[in-house]
């Protein structure tokens, strides 16, 4: 059984969930690279994946997901170059924040 939260980043453009084991230890960071839109008519959000995704370990281990997923979807006229480059630019910021050791002040909870 895996335990987890998840905090979301609207204007970084990157959700990071925290996955635990059954005993409460981290097993590791998934995070979501994203964009939004809002719709004042209705008061709401909709999160667009932006396809490609970084899983960290606590050993350091960093696996970066899904750019394949990302090239087929330019490349079938899914995204535009707006968007790839929003992917890039906001998996690049992500990725500065994870090799600099800083992901866990992002990932806090206050009661």
């Known amino acids: 059984m895996k335990a987890g939260m998840s905090w979301t ?3 970084d453009g990157y959700k990071i969930s925290k996955f635990f084991n059954k005993d409460g230890n981290l097993l590791y960071y998934y995070c979501d690279i994203i964009d939004y ?3 004042a008519n209705d008061d709401s959000y909709i999160f667009i994946d932006l396809l ?3 899983k960290y370990y606590p050993n350091g281990k960093i696996e970066f997901l899904d750019f394949d997923e990302l090239q ?3 490349d079938e006229k ?3 170059g707006k968007m790839l480059l929003k992917a890039i630019s906001n998996l690049n910021k992500l990725t500065v924040i994870i090799e600099e050791r800083k992901i866990d002040e992002l990932c806090t909870y206050d009661t």
């Open 9 to 11: 980043y609207f204007n």
């Open 37 to 39: 839109e809002y719709d």
């Open 52 to 54: 490609v995704d970084i």
């Open 72 to 74: 087929k979807a330019y």
């Open 78 to 80: 899914l995204i535009d």
